[in-house]
Structure formats: C-alpha cells, structure tokens
C-alpha cells in the first residue's frame, strides 16, 4: 500500500473542520435558570409580606381611599355618618392591634363585595323613576328595591350593581370616584336600568313582589356593612 496522504486529505478544495464545542448556550440557560429561581423567591418573599402586612393595608385602604369616596358619594347624609364612623371604628380597632389579619382580610373582602358607593346612585335612579311615572311600570321603582333586599342577603354584589348602572354611569375625571352618573338622567336609559335590576334580581331568587311590610323593609346600607364587619371578624374571608 502506498504510504502517500490520499489526494482528497491534500486537496486545498477540502475544508477544514474545527470543534468550537457547546458554544455559549449552557451559560445562557444556566443564567435563565437562576433568574427563574430569583423570581419565584423574589415572588414568594413578596407574598409572605403582604400576607403578614394585611392588616396595615387593611387600614391605609380604609383611610386613604374607602372612606374618602365614600365621603364624595350620593349616600344619604345620615346613613354616610354611620357607614363612616362604622369604618373608622374599624380601622382604629386594627390601629390598637384590637383584630388579627385573618380578620382584617375578611372584612375588607366584604366590604369589597357590598355597593357601598354605588348606593346612593341606586335611590337617585329610583326618585326618578316615581317622579316619572308616566314613562315606567308601577313595579320599576321596585326594581330597585329588590336589588338592595339582593345585597342585604348577600346574593348582589358591587360588580352586579356596577352592570346595572353602567347605561347612566359616565367617567369623571373632576370626581375623587373617577365617575358620576349622566346628569340630567335620560328616560331610555334608566328604564335600561330597570331591565338590568329586573334580570339581576331574578337570578338572586329575590321575590318579584312585597310578600308582607316586614320582609320588605328598605335595607339602610349602614346596618349592612356593619353585619359584614362583625361577619369578617367572627369568620373572616368568605
């Protein structure tokens, strides 16, 4: 056998291979993994915090925000007075450490959940509908009615009453709420409403007419948030 170097191992034609190995790839997936692992820490130290600080949140949301729209809402005077003092009782009770924050958690939940600030919004609709009687049914007034009995048995929530009104809500950039309702009130948009309450309480199994003076007396919404503030404590979160 001739001990000359094949032709196609000399050929200038044939390219020349070299190994670069694995390249940059294992660091990069290696850093990718930390950040990984970095994040779920950084995500999980983040909720051990918030979880143990809920009832100084609890507190900052009541006084900086809850309290003061409320403050700025349609509320009847007298039923604002005792919803406020209710929530200040509150807070300053969380302030004393008087509650732990299973229970500030539970309330605020709660509170969450009730039409506090729409409230008042509701029974401006509904002095318009008796004051036009000539453009609703007899029973549309009850509509309204039937909605509050449905947060009162805690079958309505904010976000059922915020559908409701949305054909008479507008955003307000000028309003601490950020909304108000269309001022004047328009006939075709309210009787809207009144589907809407109609179809809301339906579902919530409210009866569609007053059965007897007693089971029909109209909620005040201080007694309720002040039912949800005792449930919160005794139970906490729903």
Known sequence: MSDEPSAAANSPGTAKRTDDGAGCMPGFLAAMALLGIAGFICCGVSTWWLYTKRSELAIRTLRQTYIPELEQSRLAPEDKKQTVELLNQFADDLERGKYEDWQAAGVMQRLIRLPVLQWGELTAIE????????????????????????????????????????????????????????????????????????????????????????????????????????????????
Not at 147 to 164: C, F, H, N, P, Y
Not at 167 to 172: A, I, K, L
Not at 202 to 227: C, G, L, N, W, Y
């Open 127 to 238: 002095r318009f509908i008796e004051s036009h009687p000539e453009d609703f049914q007899p029973d549309d007034a009850f509509q309204i009615t039937r909605v509050r009995l449905g947060v009162q048995s805690d079958k309505v929530t904010t976000i059922d009453v915020e559908d409701i009104l949305s054909p008479v809500v507008q955003t307000d950039a000028s309003s601490q709420l950020n909304r108000s309702l269309v001022e004047p009130l328009d006939v075709t948009a309210v009787q809207d409403v009144v589907v809407r309450c109609r179809l809301v309480a339906d579902r919530s199994d409210v009866p569609m007419e007053p059965q007897s003076d007693a089971a029909f007396t109209e909620p005040a919404i201080s007694e309720i948030v002040k039912r949800q503030i005792k449930a919160g404590i005794d139970s906490g979160s729903l």
